[in-house]
């Protein structure tokens, strides 16, 4: 059973910065093409912010987030990691990561093609 577990989130003050870390389990990391993270805010309908490929060599980033947030993973320690610098107010929200089998970067920024998901890590940035 494939499991994927976040960490990471908590309570900071805008300008600060949080590391998320997501550990998976039950398949070979590796076998993952992609990797991303997505985000729900109260009220609001889950939102990609971030996905990587198998290697890393490729990314892409919500416009949102792009040039605070930096995704990152490590195959040998089944784990992906958002770092995210300059936070906002705006980037209160759980956060999710999520594992698809298939590399489709036009298809990756929404939810369809992900098989995987964790519970989801808070992360609360306060004015």
């Known amino acids: 059973q494939v499991q994927l577990v976040e960490s990471g989130g908590g309570l900071v003050q805008a300008g600060g910065s949080l590391r998320l870390s997501c550990a998976a389990s039950?398949?070979?990391?590796?076998?993952?093409?992609?990797l991303g993270w997505f985000r729900q805010a109260p009220g609001k309908e889950r939102e990609f912010v971030a996905h990587?490929?198998?290697?890393?060599?490729?990314?892409a980033y919500a416009d949102s987030v792009k040039g605070r947030f930096t995704i990152s993973r490590d195959n040998a320690k089944n784990t992906v990691y958002l770092q995210m610098n300059s936070l906002k107010p705006e980037d209160t929200a759980v956060y999710y990561c999520a594992a698809a089998t298939n590399w489709n970067p036009r298809l990756l920024v929404t939810t369809t093609p992900y098989d995987y998901w964790g519970q989801g890590t808070q992360v609360t940035v306060s004015s």
């Open positions: 039950g398949r070979a990391f590796s076998l993952y093409s992609a």
């Open positions: 990587i490929s198998w290697g890393g060599g490729n990314t």
